[in-house]
């Protein structure tokens, strides 16, 4: 089991607007760790698509965004495109554990 | 633009040593902003990392690991190493070298990653 917990599948049709949440504890999301997502395409590496909780790198389209609450985060993705059809994680640091620790990946599938 | 390589056995037997190599290009592994980390998926499963390192040689394992663990560097060749003893089948995995940035504490370069499968 994950440290962070995702949901396994979301979908969404053509233009919705989709959330996956990523829910954490008092010693990782919760102790202000910064929260980042990765999109993984079918067959290819993870690819970075949200750091420091809210922040997009170069490249990254406006339709992806991230927040943080208390011990949990969501990535949404609005103006769904059949390309975002891809595993999703979300990523954090724990300080109990000293470590980087990953949740269990959200499959999203556009309808 | 700065890429990382995979590259090792495909098959190794349980029991032995998996080894892996990771080479750095389009920058150097020597940078003070970055450490340099491992990752791994198992087939249709979620990832799980393993472990970081400085160019110093500085190492952070995941505890579940630690005891069976060495990541190790070399930056006259911009290359850092891993190698994880007693492999069994459940070390089969997609294996992923990526850069670690520090203070914000992600991993914003990666590898394509290499299969290992554990089997005799």
């Known amino acids: 089991q994950s440290v962070l917990t995702q949901p396994p599948s979301v979908s969404g049709a053509p233009g919705q607007r989709v959330t996956i949440s990523c829910t954490g504890s008092s010693s990782n999301i919760g102790a202000n760790f910064e929260v980042h997502w990765y999109q993984q395409l079918p067959g290819t590496a993870p690819k970075l698509l949200i750091y420091?909780?809210?922040n997009r790198p170069s490249g990254v389209p406006d339709r992806f965004s991230g927040s943080k609450s208390g011990t949990s985060a969501s990535l949404a993705i609005t103006g769904l495109q059949a390309e975002d059809e891809a595993d999703y994680y979300c990523q954090s640091y724990d300080g109990s554990l000293s470590g980087v620790v990953f949740g269990g990946g959200t499959k999203l599938t556009v309808l | 633009q700065l890429q990382l390589q995979e590259s090792g056995p495909g098959l190794v037997k349980p029991s032995e040593t998996l080894s892996l190599l990771c080479t750095v290009s389009g920058g150097s592994i020597d940078s003070s902003s970055y450490y340099w980390g491992w990752i791994r998926q198992p087939p249709g499963k979620g990832l799980e990392w393993i472990g970081n390192i400085y160019y110093i040689g500085n190492t952070y394992y995941n505890p579940s690991l630690k005891s069976r663990i060495t990541i190790s560097v070399d930056t006259s060749k911009n290359q850092f190493s891993l190698k994880l003893n007693s492999a069994t089948a459940t070390d089969t995995a997609v294996y992923y070298c990526a850069r670690w940035r520090r203070g914000t504490n992600h991993f914003d370069y990666w590898g394509q990653g290499t299969l290992v499968t554990v089997s005799s």
């Open positions: 420091d909780n809210n």
